[in-house]
């Protein structure tokens, strides 16, 4: 069985870091992308962040970029996502999807295109100012 588990979630003041991590198991991780995904109250899902379980290839969207990282530990099964400078605008729940590297791409992170993801429970982000 898949399944993803995304846990570091917590209230955090502006301008501080959090480091979110994915717990993947129930499939092959080399044969997989992972991405980080987030969704405010009232907007839409947005992709932040992909990573290659076969060689670490990394996407990054606008909204990550400068201020998040994505990493992971294959020995582990574990994919981090290391956010810093953190604003009232990045409260969230957070989210980690598994995808097959056929669809993994920087279209499937920006939504351009489906993949058959599977989709872990989200941890939830509050920034407050």
């Known amino acids: 069985e898949v399944q993803l588990q995304a846990s570091g979630g917590g209230l955090v003041k502006v301008g501080g870091s959090l480091i979110l991590s994915c717990a993947a198991s129930?499939?092959?991780?080399?044969?997989?992308?992972i991405g980080w995904f987030r969704q405010a109250p009232g907007k839409e899902r947005e992709g932040l962040a992909g990573?290659?379980?076969?060689?670490?290839?990394?996407y990054y969207t606008d909204s990550a970029k400068g201020r998040f990282t994505i990493s992971s530990d294959n020995a582990k099964k574990m994919v981090y996502l290391q956010m810093s400078s953190l604003r009232p605008e990045d409260t969230a729940v957070y989210y980690c999807?598994?995808?097959?590297?056929?669809?993994?791409?920087?279209?499937?992170?920006?939504?351009?295109?489906?993949?058959?993801?599977?989709w872990g429970q989200g941890t939830q982000v509050t920034v407050s100012s």
């Open positions: 990573i290659s379980g076969e060689d670490g290839t990394t």
């Open positions: 999807a598994a995808v097959s590297l056929v669809f993994f791409d920087a279209g499937w992170l920006e939504k351009r295109h489906d993949g058959m993801a599977y």
């Open positions: 129930g499939f092959r991780f080399d044969d997989y992308g």
